[in-house]
């Protein structure tokens, strides 16, 4: 299908699922960002899910230019789309085309787009490193220039891209992160590099409970108490919270 009538098509669909008496209430939950055609998750991934099905084994520069069109769309739902067709189809992406899933980070970027660009960034990364495991070729190496980025929203994606990973976990890279971005003040910085420690702490509590102990007074306290919610029988409880801006 021609990415024109595919980009066309996919406009159709979420059109026909409008529900503008949805969308106050969806664009007040994203604080009045982006504006909203009311359609929910569930029926736009019903609906889009044969188009999208129809892009397999299609070329990544094909996949990437789609999903930049449906972003120039005003609707938050073309976005969502966009990160569907990407996230089904992520096998299809290299390395070599983090630098595009990185520009859309940046464009229109809110926790919303962001985490779910950050899935898709950490399964190409997973499988390309899966793949090149024998040529120890370090596929991260993208997240390494890209912690150092001024936009806190590619910083964001660092410290997340590892989710689910596991045994998997380039540990050495995530505490390392986590060090790195730990005296940032923003918000969604810290509160990424709780999340992080936590979900690896559901594969090696250890290593966490170890570096938490190391890294205590250097961690924001939103960041400690995040990484440390399910280690209470390891003996680490929540850091009292001083006053409103040591989060």
């Given amino acids: 299908m021609p990415l024109d009538s595919a980009f066309t098509c996919f406009q159709q669909q979420l059109s026909k699922l409008a529900q503008p008496q949805k969308a106050p209430a969806m664009a007040a939950y994203m604080q009045h960002h982006f504006a909203f055609l009311g359609v929910a998750a569930p029926a736009r991934r019903q609906a889009c899910k044969p188009l999208i099905k129809a892009f397999k ?72 490193r899966s793949m090149q495991m024998s040529a120890q070729a370090d596929c991260q190496s993208c997240m390494d220039a890209a912690l150092q980025h001024p936009n806190f929203w ?23 992160y986590a060090k790195m971005l730990a005296p940032e003040k923003e918000f969604f910085i810290r509160k990424a590099i709780g999340w992080a420690l936590r979900d690896y702490a559901r594969h ?25 919610k399910h280690l209470p029988e390891l003996g680490i409880s929540t850091r009292p919270r001083l006053n409103v801006c040591s989060a």
């Fill in 57 to 128: 084994g299609c070329t990544a520069a094909r996949l990437l230019s789609l999903a930049e069109q449906l972003w120039t769309l005003p609707e938050r739902e073309y976005q969502y789309l966009a990160i569907d067709l990407l996230a089904q189809h992520y096998r299809q992406l290299s390395v070599q085309d983090i630098p595009q899933l990185l520009q859309l980070v940046q464009n229109k970027s809110w926790w919303d787009s962001v985490d779910a660009l950050a899935g898709v960034i950490g399964d190409v990364l997973f499988a390309q």
């Fill in 154 to 176: 590619l910083r964001r994606v660092t410290i997340l891209h590892q989710l689910g990973w596991r045994e998997a976990t380039d540990v050495t890279r995530l505490f390392t």
């Fill in 204 to 228: 090696d509590s250890e290593a966490v409970r170890g570096f938490l102990v190391a890294e205590r007074t250097h961690l924001s306290g939103l960041s400690y108490r995040e990484a440390s």
